[in-house]
């Protein structure tokens, strides 16, 4: 066959999570408690929707993901870093020991990577993780239970590391995509009390 017929093959299709431009509700919901200027990590970051709204907020972002094409045309963005990288096949972590003001992974599951996702927090740094859970294989892909969250598992994630101001597990039937999806916002800064108890500092919970 020739160059020129494998050329004129017709092109895949977009995947699904590169058609979505619009950055996930819940990620907007908690952006604002993120320190100004601070830096971000957008992990498995796809086209990089939620990396390029906090771009556009005045952070400088760190998008990871094994195809980077999608972001090729963040190239000469100074505030943007982009990392090819497979964060399954057992090389090294990416990251080395950078920690980030706040680390978004959205609609991405490895299960391993759980401690090192929390280790790359720096104080006071913010996780904010949204992603398919048990349930959502009546509705759509995910359907593997390796892909999919077990009830309260970011939670159990979390649990004495980082101090959780927002959770939802259940069926989301707008947004960017419908499923049935567990969110988690939380914040690295137990160590960070000025209290008699040693309870963290608050942080605004109210829709903005
Ligand atoms: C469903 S997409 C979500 C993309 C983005 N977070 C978003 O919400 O739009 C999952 C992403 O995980 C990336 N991914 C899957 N397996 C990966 C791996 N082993 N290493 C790095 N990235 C991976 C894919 O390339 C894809 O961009």
Redesign the pocket.
Known sequence: MSNNALDSKPSMEVPR?LR?VRP?PWVERWAHLIRPGGAVL?L????G??GRLFLARGHRVVF????IEPLADLADTNDAEVIA?????GSPWPLGERTFDAVIV???L?RELFPLILSTLAPGGMLIYETFAHGNEDYARPRNPDHLLKSGELLEMVNGKLQVVGYEHGLVEGGDIAGVKQRLCAVNDLALSERDDGDPPAHSISRV
Do not use: K, Q
């Open positions: 999570h979505i996930s957008d498995a970051a796809g086209g929707r939620h990871v993901d094994r195809t990288a497979d964060l399954e096949d959205v609609n991405y490895h």
